[in-house]
């Protein structure tokens, strides 16, 4: 079964950075687009970034020039670099493939952003 974990959350104020991993397993990662999500309480998971296997990048609209998704193949890891965070931007971040794998969601890793 698919194996994912997130790591690299916590407590940053407003402005600042933080770098997300998701380490995969027991699946082709190099073949497949992987997705950063996000789920903030009371709301919808939602897709934030997403990169194909090609490496061509995709991200939601609020967070365009701030995020950055890479891959790196040769370690199964795919990564997040959040700069200039919101505090609209505390949520519980998930890693998947896109579209997701239903049962390979993971615990996420939590951050939150202060003012």
């Known amino acids: 079964q698919v194996q994912l974990v997130e790591s690299g959350g916590g407590l940053v104020q407003a402005g600042g950075s933080l770098r997300l991993s998701c380490s995969a397993s027991r699946m082709a990662f190099s073949f497949n687009a992987m997705g950063w999500y996000r789920q903030a309480p009371g709301k919808q998971r939602e897709l934030v970034a997403r990169i194909s296997s090609d490496g061509s990048t995709n991200y939601q609209d609020s967070v365009k020039g701030r995020f950055t998704i890479s891959r790196d193949n040769a370690k199964n890891t795919v990564y997040l670099q959040m700069n200039s965070l919101k505090p609209e931007d505390t949520a519980v971040y998930y890693c998947?493939?896109?579209?997701?794998?239903?049962?390979?969601w993971g615990q996420g890793t939590q951050v939150t952003v202060s003012s």
């Open positions: 998947n493939a896109n579209p997701p794998f239903g049962r390979a």
